[in-house]
């Protein structure tokens, strides 16, 4: 596997990933901070509170905290992918609750996207 860390300041971190292994089952987890998502290339499913994704490549998916989430790499070829984490706290207060907006809260984990095509 190949990670870069592309950003690591203030409560923000971007991170660029490549994998060509395949997993046997989702690796599951969930943080205390938001993640947003781009898969550049490579054939996974996603698993986010009992959906499952299949994503295409140059899609977006965004996760809000203790959302629990997970990947299966389906085969040997590259897998890439950009991984943004960031806390609340790290975005101007004038824009936090617009630009939080598009991350699912509560009762709308089950009605609202999680998985942005194109």
Known sequence: MVTVDLLKQHNVHCVYAETNTPSDDYQ???????????LLEGPVSYLAEGTCYEPQPHTLMVFPPRLFHG????????YKRYTMFFRDTSLPLELRSFLLSVFPTGQDLLHQPLYFSD
């Open 28 to 38: 599951l987890h969930c943080h205390n901070h938001y993640e947003v998502y781009y």
């Open 71 to 78: 990947v299966k790499v389906l085969s040997d070829a590259p």
